[in-house]
């Protein structure tokens, strides 16, 4: 199985606090993985630098071959096409109405003619579950759960390769919530897409990721399908898991994965 993106020994420090000492994991191509762990662990910092937002103080990200913190401007421009993102807000561009939204990268990055590009709006917009008239309304008319799914059809107009996702579900209702996962899981498995995402929804890991990697004091301290992690003995992880374990009365599961770390 071939891997898309690596990231090997990523220290980071911000504000005089040690973030991250010495993370490390891998996601291989067309893996949902969730990165969880406490608020503040620095899950989100480790999304921006991955994507060559944020750059840390060591380590490398290799993603979809190229080492991220070692590309110059134009290389990180170029590798940026390849994959989409779907910041925590969704952070659309207030002024602009949905299809506008989703233009905005193509218009950017290609040279489509403008009917060509209508096109691909369109089935984008459709493809992100959206009926067709939310492509003329501006972000503050749609609903949370059709926010996020307008910053999907952004995220997707390019063809990427690869998703980065900031908490997806936040905000949502549990019924667009598990909503949008479906939809993630579908377009994953139909695109062939790879998709690293963070979340808190507990919903999420059990109901539609292949494997989850857990930051905690720094470090990668599991990585493996969310059912053999959840079985973990270790004073976090159990305390995150327990009541959703209990709540559901198992944690039983077949995975494979690479179980606790360091
Ligand atoms: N650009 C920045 N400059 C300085 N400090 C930052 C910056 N970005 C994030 N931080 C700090 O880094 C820490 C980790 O933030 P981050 O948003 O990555 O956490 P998180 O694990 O995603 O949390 P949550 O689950 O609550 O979203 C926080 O203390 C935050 O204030």
Redesign the pocket.
């Known amino acids: 199985m071939s891997t898309v993106l690596e990231v090997a020994a990523i220290r980071t420090v911000?504000?005089g606090?040690r973030?991250h000492d010495g993370v490390g994991f891998k996601v291989n191509k067309g893996e949902v993985v969730a990165l969880i762990?406490?608020?503040?662990?620095?899950?989100?910092?480790?999304?921006?630098e991955c994507i060559g937002l944020?750059r840390p103080e060591s380590g490398q990200v290799r993603l979809l071959g190229e080492s991220v913190w070692d590309l110059p401007p134009d290389g990180l421009d170029a590798l940026r096409r390849r994959f989409g993102v779907l910041f925590?807000e969704g952070a659309l561009f207030s002024s602009l109405s949905v299809a506008e939204n989703v233009d905005a990268p193509l218009r950017e990055h290609t040279r489509l003619s403008q009917a060509l590009r209508d096109e691909v709006v369109d089935l984008k917009i459709r493809l992100a579950g959206l009926p067709p008239e939310a492509a003329g309304k501006r972000p503050a008319e749609l609903s949370g759960g059709m926010k996020k799914r307008a910053a999907l059809a952004r995220a997707l107009a390019l063809e990427p390769e690869m998703l980065f996702l900031?908490?997806p579900t936040s905000g949502l209702d549990p019924i667009s919530a598990r909503a949008f996962d479906n939809l993630l899981r579908t377009l994953c498995d139909s695109l062939g897409l790879t998709a690293l995402l963070?979340t808190?929804d507990l919903d999420t890991l059990w109901g539609m990721v292949d494997r989850v990697v857990v930051?905690h004091g720094g470090r990668v301290i599991a990585d493996g399908p969310v059912a053999e992690v959840a079985r973990i003995d270790h004073e976090w992880i159990r305390s995150y898991f327990t009541a959703h374990v209990a709540a559901r009365g198992t944690a039983d599961g077949n995975g494979s994965g690479n179980g606790i770390r360091g």
Do not use: F, M, P, Y
Not at 37 to 48: C, D, E, N, P, Q
């Open positions: 911000l504000a606090q973030l762990g406490g608020s503040g662990t620095g899950k989100t910092v480790l999304l921006r944020l925590q900031d908490e963070t808190h930051l």
